[in-house]
């Protein structure tokens, strides 16, 4: 069976669990992105494949094979992690060259490899180069270079673009995706930056409170999120609480019937909120009566010249929506209007 397989993992330090009993399955050959806020357990977990932290519960199959065992330098990884800093007083070549070096292979296989590699990085010609002489981006080439240069079975990387400004993140982002895609090797990166991830995975883990919260493609995350915190943490979302009004899909925010088609299946009376993406939320000047349309009060309108977020206020919620400036409602701060809530874009989340 090939592909990486998170068995039932657990890890506390003392009393404290920072992972609970993760399950995971992956196939061969995807870039996955484990994604969520700060202290919920994402480096820990990428510690215990890496085998730096022993998990306390639990097992990791690589390829059907127990490695839960073996040391981190046994395991046939390639790692991009902030505690291990390119080496300053090495060559780029002799950087990445590194690890081929302690695992004996000559001179000529060495100097053939890192010439390889610093083409697939976008850096020839470099290998003479002292690492002091290159920018953040090109330093964090170099690092992947070097995690690539064993043929490893397993890519980590822990925030690998963190330390980079905003534009060169987005373009490193790319090129990272770009570079996996070619050479189709299992990767798994650690963000807290849903963008991020949503640009580079092919599958994302959400996880909180040591736990996971979804497994998915961006899309299906973005589209279908499984509960509120994971609406909330990609993306933006508006969330409307309400009760459940019949089998017909219908949940009843603040006396007022809204229509879903995700709704059906759950029974009357429960609590249940809606949760709709500000993209899918329209905005009609004036007061428009029909389905899933609710009163609203705009409070802000922000251009932004690529979109124009509308802020409302509806029964007392803060809602948000987006249009383009091509589609932009005309309608400003102050105006009373009618916002429409499309039911195939209402997300249902039980509550
Ligand atoms: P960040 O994005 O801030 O790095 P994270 O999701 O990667 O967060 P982890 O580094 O995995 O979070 O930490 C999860 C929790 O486990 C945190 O509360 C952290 O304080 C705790 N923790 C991690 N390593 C240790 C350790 N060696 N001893 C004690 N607690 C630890």
Same mark, same amino acid.
């Given at each position: 069976m090939s592909g990486l397989r998170i068995d039932h993992v657990g890890k506390s330090f003392g009393m404290f669990? #920072? *992972?609970?009993d993760i399950d995971l399955d992956f196939p061969d050959g995807k870039f996955i992105c484990l994604l969520g806020?700060?202290?919920?357990?994402k480096t820990t977990l990428l510690r215990v494949i890496a085998g730096l932290e022993t998990p306390t519960r639990g097992r990791i199959l690589l390829d059907g094979t127990d490695?839960?065992?073996?040391?981190a330098h046994r395991r046939n990884l390639g790692m991009v992690f902030q505690?291990? #800093? *390119?080496?300053?007083?090495?060559?780029v070549g002799e950087n990445i060259a590194y690890g081929l070096r302690i695992r004996g292979a000559d001179q000529a296989t060495r100097r053939r490899k890192t010439e390889e590699l610093l083409d697939l990085v976008r850096l020839p010609g470099t290998a003479d180069r002292q690492i002091s002489q290159l920018s953040g981006g090109q330093r964090q080439r170099v690092a992947i270079a070097r995690a690539l240069a064993i043929d490893p079975k397993l890519f980590l990387l822990d925030?690998?673009?963190?330390?980079?400004d905003a534009k060169l993140r987005e373009t490193m982002q790319v090129e990272l995706k770009l570079l996996q895609k070619r050479l189709g090797i299992s990767t798994i990166v650690v963000t807290h930056d849903q963008r991020e991830a949503l640009t580079m995975a092919d599958i994302v883990v959400v996880m909180n409170h040591a736990e996971v919260q979804q497994v998915g493609s961006p899309l299906d995350i973005y589209r279908n999120p499984v509960n509120a915190f994971v609406a909330d943490f990609i993306g933006s979302s508006n969330l409307l609480t309400g009760v459940v009004g019949g089998e017909d899909g219908v949940i009843i925010v603040d006396g007022l019937p809204v229509q879903t088609e995700?709704?059906?299946?759950l029974v009357r009376g429960t609590k249940a909120s809606i949760s709709i993406r500000p993209e899918e939320v329209l905005v009609h000047p004036g007061t428009e009566t029909g389905p899933n349309h609710l009163p609203a009060k705009v409070t802000f309108v922000r251009d932004l010249g690529a979109s124009v977020e509308i802020m409302l206020e509806c029964s007392g919620r803060e809602i948000l929506a987006v249009s383009s400036p091509r589609t932009r409602p005309a309608v400003d701060t102050g105006d009373a209007v009618t916002i429409e809530l499309p039911p195939a874009a209402c997300v249902v989340l039980a509550s």
């Open positions: 669990e #920072a *992972l609970k806020p700060s202290g919920c357990g490695i839960s065992g073996l040391p505690s291990l #800093a *390119l080496f300053p007083h090495l060559t925030e690998p673009l963190s330390a980079l995700a709704g059906r299946a």
